[in-house]
């Protein structure tokens, strides 16, 4: 369950917006204007990679007049020039046809507002990339001496999903009909590899759980040396099929769905090993039980040994086992433990010149690094302190210069609002030093090349919007790929006069621990004056929102503009602050986080510029579940709420997700009682407003319709507004246009005098 609002940002300090200010106040900002091109955060470029020879910077980049339609671009680091390879609309002009696994698979990866090329991949030598085009697969050779660079349409017979070039060269693997396939590039030869999958097998798939909730989003892994390839064969026969219904303007859609709720039979995963070269298929042993999670699948550089991590049905034990693919026999290297659960991450680094890898942990309460060597014995620490490697994303370890001896890895070691580039000797005698790179304060996200000497640094901060820089290993600035100035001529210069400046401040949590908040204050603040506020939330876990980022023109400052404080606070169980921080929402969620949020809303209230009886909040997904809570439970704080794609009962949501933090319900069942918001409906005294798409496949529409059935049962008076045809992130659709401007039109009839 994540945040599935529009992703821009809110905006920053004064000095920028003197700069470039031409009048004493902005233009006009509507929420029309959000959605428009171009962009207000400037150009964004997305899926930044380095080419496996190191000669160029590829990455995704929105049309000028479509900034949703993604084209593919180089740098070339030789000729030091960015130029356009793939132009989508060009050579694919027919709108999208989407299969059903794909439009699926881009709503769980959170791209489904977007079209053209989405991903990408490299063959090893670097000299081509394979990417899928509307429902087509295209191998891409760039130029190379008086060859042309040229797309080549590989025939996959169907859709093909999820495809990757071999490690070798001159395969290309992919999934079409729920079957693993290869491809001969040269002979232009397709072959099943599995011929099992339909129905309820899927083979090479990541299940809905894995992509979901897993960060997995693959079911299949290529071995080093090309001539295997490990694959996942789901079978979803154990988990019942069930009706979901689909309402769209015109047309209501029944689709049989096998939806794994919690406490219910998760699906059976074998993991199998495919030659290439004759087909055949060996089975890897992953022990006794098969209410197992198969989390990650690496292999050794040796390219015979599997690396499998297997997580318990309980989330508080993953094993780390070394497969013999020759045999399936396994070995388990090292274990886990916790008393709550434990978060997966993707890392593991195998190094290719010593039997080492290197692992992460949260085993003294922080996310930290660890060398072991393959015999599962651990060499040393590697990275110590009060603070965590964390990337937003599950992996944090950027690369590895085995000639150095040293690992660059993202870390919150300067600040929880920052995040930023260091290294550590593999060597150390001291875990707790560490080398900071990037030094500009905010927030940086690097793709490093393979051999650890430069890095693209994608950075932004309160001062400014997103921009792409070329460094050396050590931080030196080597070229602009996006400079993206805050100067006259950038989209957002008319309207930052009047973006408001976030304040970054702390409270302290009842436990001791800390709470950062910002705080956004309304156009001509006048600290006579006492204006509504609005607690922007999401609260839950695996997400840390209070940061050093660039907070430019967005829904914030249409709501400061219309004269509200706007107040957002990371309550304890969100992510990046150590398991102390995440795990008191263990067993018995919306209690701690509500008591935090009601915290802040209290302190809110009582600063001078604050109308304490004018106080409203609004959230999506869990932010959606917190606003519900928030206005159940502190019914005298809050005025009105805005509930967006709210779970209800958590007994409807998925096992992984849910189970990490409530366990089952058979095994619980007083915590989910607790962690429902119906048992709380009872009083409610202010305004409230339940939006949902009647098509999400995440957050199903039954949560809201079993709240509306409560709220009616009770008498009390609530507002809907549903989207025929959305799914869970229609905010960052089209539909969102709608949706800001009634979330806008609800708090202003509610909360101005």
Known sequence: MTDSRNSGRYLAPALVACAVATAASGAELTIDRLFDVPPLAGPTIVGLKISPDGSRVTYLKGKADDKDRLDLWEYNIHDKQARVLVDSKALAPKPEKLSDEEIGRRERQRTAALSGILEYTFAPAGDALLFPLNGRLYYYKLAKGKQKAGAELIDTHGFATDATVSPAGGLVAYVRDQNLYSYDIAAKREKALTSDGGGAIKNGMAEFIAQEEMGRSTGYWWAPDGKHIAFARVDETPIKVTERFEISADNVATFAQRYPTTGGPNVLVRLGVIDVATSAVSWVDLGSNPDIYLARVDWLPDGKTLAVQRQSRNQRKLDLLFADIATGNTRTALTETSTTWIDLNDELTFLKKSNEFIWASARDGYTHLYLYGTDGQLIRQLTAGKWVIDDFRKRAVMGVDEKTRSVYFIATEKSPTERHLYSQSLDTKDPSQVRRISQDPGVHAISMSPDARFYTDNFNSESQPPQVSLRAADGALTAWLLENRLDATHPDAPYVADNSVAEIGTLTAPDGQTLYYQLFKPLHFDPAKRYPAIVDVYGGPGVERVLNTWHGSSFTQILTRAGYVVFIL?????????????????????????????????????????????????????????????????????????????????????THYTERYLDRPQDNAAGYEASSVLPYAKDLKGSLLVMHGMADDNVLFLNSTKLFRKLQNLGKPFDVMVYPGAKHGLMRQNDGRHGYKMIRRFFDDNLKP
């Open 570 to 654: 990371d309550n304890r169980g969100s992510a990046g602050r150590g398991m102390a921080f995440q795990t008191p929402i263990h067993r018995k969620m919306g209690e701690v986080e509500v008591a935090d949020q009601v915290q802040g809303a209290r302190w809110l209230g009582s600063q001078g510029f604050v109308d304490s009886a004018r106080i409203g909040v609004w959230g999506w997904s869990y932010g959606g579940y917190m606003t519900l809570n928030l206005m159940f439970k502190a019914p005298d704080v809050f005025r009105a709420g805005v509930s967006g794609a709210p779970v209800t009962d958590f007994a409807l949501y998925d």
